[in-house]
T-cell receptor, first 111, second 114 residues
Framework: QKEVEQDPGPLSVPEGAIVSLNCTYS??????FMWYRQYSRKGPELLMY????GNKEDGRFTAQVDKSSKYISLFIRDSQPSDSATYLC???????????FGSGTRLSIRP | NAGVTQTPKFQVLKTGQSMTLQCAQD?????MYWYRQDPGMGLRLIYY???????DKGEVPNGYNVSRLNKREFSLRLESAAPSQTSVYFC?????????????FGQGTRLTVV
């Protein structure tokens, strides 16, 4: 079993829709939870970062962490064509430990 | 502001050839990583270095070696390339401190082994 599982997609939604991206994990030691966005032929860039359980909002993006269920989500409101990218969840147990990524979800927003 | 720089950007190797992928960061980060990315597989950790002088295996270390040359540089070596090592390779670095966990990535190296 992989430490981090991510819904593979691909996912295609119309502009303005609410998008939900999800990951589950098996390692209860994970404390830091991140979402990265990767455009085609580019390196990933950090989008959201959450420490432990709870919600975090940044503009149209909301990250949720439920440690009791070992489940994290990223919500995108009022989705835009510029949000079309691959989204990767990532986790680590401590600030100096290895970062484990999910397999990524390719998202396409239709104008 | 260079961030994380990888060289080369593209490379074609013949089976059995060797090569070294170079990575350097100018952010004074403690931790550095090498990942490979294949379609549908996300980023898989090859090796990482939590701090200068230490290296540890990740999820897929077979066929690779690494050297943390100093705090800035972390190289990845393929001793005898195989077609299964065709992939996009990313180097990343993090500060390694509790207040800042963001990983910064290089632009990637596209490697094809024929």
């Amino acid at each position: 079993q992989k430490e981090v599982e991510q819904d593979p997609g691909p996912l295609s939604v119309p502009e303005g829709a609410i998008v939900s991206l999800n990951c589950t994990y098996s390692n209860s030691a994970f404390q830091y939870f991140m979402w990265y966005r990767q455009y085609s032929r580019k390196g990933p860039e950090l989008l959201m970062y959450t420490y432990s359980s709870g919600n975090k909002e940044d503009g149209r993006f909301t990250a949720q962490v439920d440690k009791s269920s070992k489940y994290i989500s990223l919500f995108i409101r009022d989705s835009q064509p510029s949000d079309s990218a691959t989204y990767l969840c990532a986790m680590r147990a401590s600030s100096a430990s290895k970062i484990i990524f999910g397999s990524g979800t390719r998202l396409s927003i239709r104008p | 502001n260079a961030g994380v720089t990888q060289t080369p950007k593209f490379q074609v190797l013949k089976t059995g050839q060797s090569m070294t992928l170079q990575c350097a960061q100018d952010m004074n980060h403690n931790s550095m990583y090498w990942y490979r990315q294949d379609p549908g597989m996300g980023l898989r950790l090859i090796y990482y270095s939590a701090s200068e002088g230490t290296t540890d295996k990740g999820e897929v270390p077979n066929g690779y070696n690494v050297s943390r040359l100093n705090k800035r540089e972390f190289s990845l070596r393929l001793e005898s390339a195989a077609p299964s090592q065709t992939s996009v390779y990313f180097c990343a670095s993090t500060a390694g401190k509790a207040a800042n966990t963001e990983a910064f990535f290089g632009q990637g190296t596209r490697l094809t082994v024929v």
